[in-house]
């Protein structure tokens, strides 16, 4: 084979698998979602946003779909969000954990208020607290994974840690501008 | 021995023994529960069971979502993986991105949980895939069961199995929460914990 065959092929292969969005490494896959570059970790999927190195448990093209409400968008713009959860139940660990990774994922430009909806752990926050310019995340056990808006406070549900965090960082992804 | 010696020993000896419940049981912290499956110890912390599992010198701790004997009913049909399913150091995870809301939470769980086992463990590559080519399918292959690349096929169905199409193909199903019972099972299956 003549090196002009050779290097056709080669443009070839690298367009079919750069039109995939999959690039192959020592490290484990990488895939592109909207722009991001996602490299499979032990910790799970890593990428850099607003210039930080950031790992998430799920690619974001798997729970971009899971029926977070259209409105969660508007979270993006806000400058304070309170994030609280129910401290009486089984998941409240997992809660727990995702409220600072809320902190820790988000911009420093947006200020977490960390609360509980009952109990006197943290401050008292709940949906009724809520407004346009600081609206409420709460996280709740139930027997379904949900995700429902009301006058500015999204609730979600799940049934274990893992179906609850699908939405959970679905809903960081969607604020980050990950998932649009 | 006087009788009221006798009395005096036995309030001693029954107050020693409250003393000693009293502090066995403030002492001894609260063990989670455990339950083996043959010779595997199973430990179920934050709602995860947790095992070891050693490939070589690297000792590992993994945690599965059902405990073993919650799935060594389910069957697994079909082909044996193929040595070439095996070595591959890539493996595409495939699912319907058309699916409900809800049935797409319990795939991404499943996906997940195949990814940590597929990377930390088993050391492979997950290149997330889908089955037909859907809105969100940008920027992912498109792949049933193909020739040549070793494949996991994610669905909701009506009934909990695992079905190897092809040796270099296996469909994980299950309805809603139950497909995460297919995944633990396959994950059993490979390694070892159920024949």
């Keep these: ?180 | 021995m006087s009788k009221q010696i006798v009395v005096t020993i036995l309030a001693v000896a029954f107050v020693c023994f409250l003393i000693a419940i009293f502090t066995f049981s403030v002492v001894t912290p609260p063990q989670p529960p455990e339950n083996n499956y043959g010779l595997w110890e199973f430990i179920l912390i934050d709602g995860f069971w947790h095992t070891n599992w050693q490939e070589g010198p690297n000792l590992y701790d993994i945690a599965f979502k059902y405990h073993p004997a919650d799935v060594d009913d389910i069957k697994i049909t079909g082909y044996q993986p193929s040595e070439e399913f095996s070595a591959r150091k890539e493996v595409y995870i495939t699912f319907a991105l058309d699916a409900s809301p809800e049935e797409m939470k319990h795939l991404a769980v499943a996906s997940a949980d195949l990814n940590f086992n597929l990377y930390q463990v088993l050391n492979k590559n997950v290149i997330n895939a889908c089955i037909t080519n859907v809105t969100g399918c940008e920027g992912r292959p498109v792949m049933g069961c193909e020739e040549g690349k070793s494949v996991i096929k994610v669905l909701q169905a009506d009934e909990p199995a695992i079905t190897i199409t092809t040796p270099e193909c296996v469909t994980l199903q299950g309805p809603g929460e139950e497909l995460g019972k297919a995944v633990s099972r396959l994950l059993y299956a490979w390694y070892g914990i159920i024949e």
């Design chain 1, 1 to 180: 084979m003549d090196k002009r065959k050779v290097m056709g092929w080669f443009v070839i292969i690298v367009m079919v698998a750069g039109g995939m969005g999959v690039v192959l490494t020592g490290d484990g896959s990488v895939q592109t979602y909207n722009g991001y570059k996602f490299t499979q970790t032990a910790q799970g999927w890593q990428t850099k946003v607003n210039g930080q190195n950031t790992v998430f448990n799920f690619y974001p093209g798997n729970i971009a779909f899971t029926g977070l409400p259209p409105e969660a968008a508007s979270f993006k713009d806000k400058k304070v969000l309170t994030v609280s959860y129910n401290p009486d139940v089984d998941l409240t660990p997992a809660f727990a954990q995702l409220q600072y990774d809320f902190e820790l994922k988000l911009p420093d430009s947006v200020f977490i208020i960390r609360a509980v909806t009952n109990g006197s752990s943290l401050p008292l926050f709940t949906c009724a607290n809520a407004t346009s310019s600081s609206p409420v995340v709460v996280f709740d056990q139930a027997e379904n994974a949900t995700s429902t808006y009301i006058d500015n406070c999204l609730t979600i549900t799940g049934f274990d840690a893992y179906g609850f965090a699908t939405q959970a960082e679905a809903l960081l992804y969607t604020m980050l501008g990950v998932i649009e």
